[in-house]
T-cell receptor
Framework: KNQVEQSPQSLIILEGKNCTLQ??????????LRWYKQDTGRGPVSLTI?????NTKSNGRYTATLDADTKQSSLHITASQLSDSASYIC?????????FGQGTELSVKP | KAGVTQTPRYLIKTRGQQVTLSCSPI?????VSWYQQTPGQGLQFLFE???????NKGNFPGRFSGRQFSNSRSEMNVSTLELGDSALYLC?????????????FGPGTRLTVT
């Protein structure tokens, strides 16, 4: 079964600290892997999109990595800010459809 | 450019009724996809439309249907509503078909079925 699993389910960190979110997938074949940020009450916003051949991509303080051999991806957030508090969703594109992970709920405390 | 707009933003319906949700994509975008988001299941793909044709469909019953107009605006219809249909319904637009393009999500329509 094609699945996308994220860990941890939730995370609390202090402002200014770094953190890493994990995504494991069993989807095959896949076209691309995306990370989205979803603020409460809003639609998701794309952070990064990586194809099979890419293994790292950055967007400001967000850096995503992809290991297609082990089918793992991570999203690293550097120098966290209060505005980083949100749900982070890993998404894998599979034959024209998107398969979503359940998300990691990140809370950044002052 | 204006973003993706969805109307209405909030909706309360009773079981057995039907509902129609609307999505206006970003100007120039011709693909619209619909998703259901619930706390238990997360985000799930409903269907994708491109140039007024349904290109892909997720694993939802036939009560869920959609269409796209010539101006790329899209509507989603749910008939015979069930309590389990309570969810946030999101639409996303992209310049082209398939999932190779960046998708831009609207704010969603919060549907509550009582």
């Amino acid at each position: 079964k094609n699945q996308v699993e994220q860990s941890p389910q939730s995370l609390i960190i202090l402002e200014g600290k770094n953190c890493t979110l994990q995504c494991n997938y069993t989807v095959s074949p896949f076209s691309n892997l995306r990370w989205y940020k979803q603020d409460t009450g809003r639609g998701p916003v794309s952070l990064t999109i990586m194809t099979f051949s890419e293994n790292t991509k950055s967007n400001g303080r967000y850096t995503a990595t992809l290991d297609a051999d082990t089918k793992q991806s991570s999203l690293h957030i550097t120098a966290s800010q209060l505005s980083d508090s949100a749900s982070y969703i890993c998404v894998v594109s599979y034959i024209g459809k998107l398969i979503f992970g359940q998300g990691t709920e990140l809370s950044v405390k002052p | 450019k204006a973003g993706v707009t969805q109307t209405p933003r909030y909706l309360i319906k009773t079981r057995g009724q039907q509902v129609t949700l609307s999505c206006s994509p970003i100007s120039g975008h011709r693909s619209v996809s619909w998703y259901q988001q619930t706390p238990g299941q997360g985000l799930q793909f409903l269907f994708e439309y491109f140039s007024e044709t349904q290109r892909n469909k997720g694993n939802f019953p036939g009560r869920f249907s959609g269409r796209q107009f010539s101006n790329s605006r899209s509507e989603m219809n749910v008939s015979t509503l069930e309590l389990g249909d309570s969810a946030l319904y999101l639409c996303a637009s992209s310049p082209g078909p398939g999932q190779s393009y960046e998708q831009y999500f609207g704010p969603g329509t919060r549907l509550t079925v009582t």
